[in-house]
């Protein structure tokens, strides 16, 4: 079988064009698949099927092999991939797990279209709110120097967010309108080079917090990403984009022993 590695600033990710439904999909399998040592090597695993109502549809597994809830990077890449299977020319719709997602390629880049948010909690020392997944966002100092796993990790299992647990994003103004965002990544376990929910969660707070406007230019360790939004009365956050490269990185094929049972 087929497969095709894809990166979005440094997020990577394995892609299948499922769209005959022959991959068997189980979480050992999955796992073993993201594995950098035993498998390709990957942050997440990406199905592109058919959908009778859009271009297509992403079903997204975490490196754990668990089936996870929106990823944003993966997003953008599953839109780069779509695009180079000839599915669309510049615009797509298509169905993920939280619901219907447009987005527009240009050469360098790939714009998804984000879910409305409504609400973030902000409590004394971080906020929370869910673009898709559940993201804690914590400013600090010096985020390139800090360890990120170390930091992150507790909270990921904090009691406040059980059972689900939540990603945890460390963010550091370093321009009037810029951030710089590291995050901790639940279902990788591990940091990641970007996140994509991540970092569209860390320009809202940094909008609500840091005073900072449409768009948010963002740093991550893996590459640059920009968050657009329009805020409407009621202080919700619609037309919410996040913007950057996704890239196709290399192609091969799974040999036969890892798909059998
Ligand atoms: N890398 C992702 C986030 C993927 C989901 C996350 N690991 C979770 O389980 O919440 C992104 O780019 O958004």
Redesign the pocket.
């Known amino acids: 079988m087929d497969f095709f590695k894809y990166q979005?600033t440094g997020?990577d990710f394995i892609l299948i064009d499922d769209r005959d439904e022959t991959f068997p999909a189980s979480q050992e399998r999955i796992a073993r698949l993201c594995h950098r040592r035993f498998g390709i090597g990957a942050?997440?695993l990406i199905l592109l099927r058919n959908h009778s109502e859009y271009d297509f549809q992403m079903v997204?597994f975490?490196a754990d092999g668990a089936e996870?809830?929106?990823?944003?990077?993966?997003?953008r890449c599953i839109v780069r991939f779509a695009h180079d299977l000839g599915l669309f020319e510049k615009e797509t719709r298509f169905l993920a797990v939280d619901g219907e997602h447009y987005a527009v390629v240009t050469e360098e880049e790939v714009s998804l279209k984000m879910n409305e948010i409504s609400g973030i909690d902000h409590q004394p020392d971080y906020s929370f709110l869910n673009t898709?997944?559940?993201h804690y966002v914590k400013v600090v100092e010096d985020v390139e120097s800090m360890d990120v796993v170390a930091e992150g990790r507790p909270v990921r299992y904090d009691d406040r967010f059980a059972p689900g647990g939540t990603?945890a994003n460390f963010i550091e103004p370093i321009g009037s309108n810029t951030l710089f965002v590291r995050t901790y990544?639940?279902?990788?376990e591990d940091e990641?080079y970007?996140?994509?929910?991540?970092v569209t969660a860390s320009a809202l707070v940094a909008h609500q917090q840091l005073g900072m406007n449409s768009p948010v230019l963002i740093q991550t360790i893996g590459g640059n990403l920009r968050v657009s939004f329009e805020v409407t009365a009621d202080g919700s956050f619609n037309d919410l984009y996040l913007t950057g490269p996704a890239v196709r990185v290399f192609t091969g094929s799974i040999p036969d022993e890892f798909l059998a049972d």
């Open positions: 979005g997020n942050d997440g997204y975490n996870g809830s929106m990823c944003g990077n993966g997003g898709g997944s559940p990603n990544e639940r279902g990788v990641t970007s996140c994509g929910t991540g």
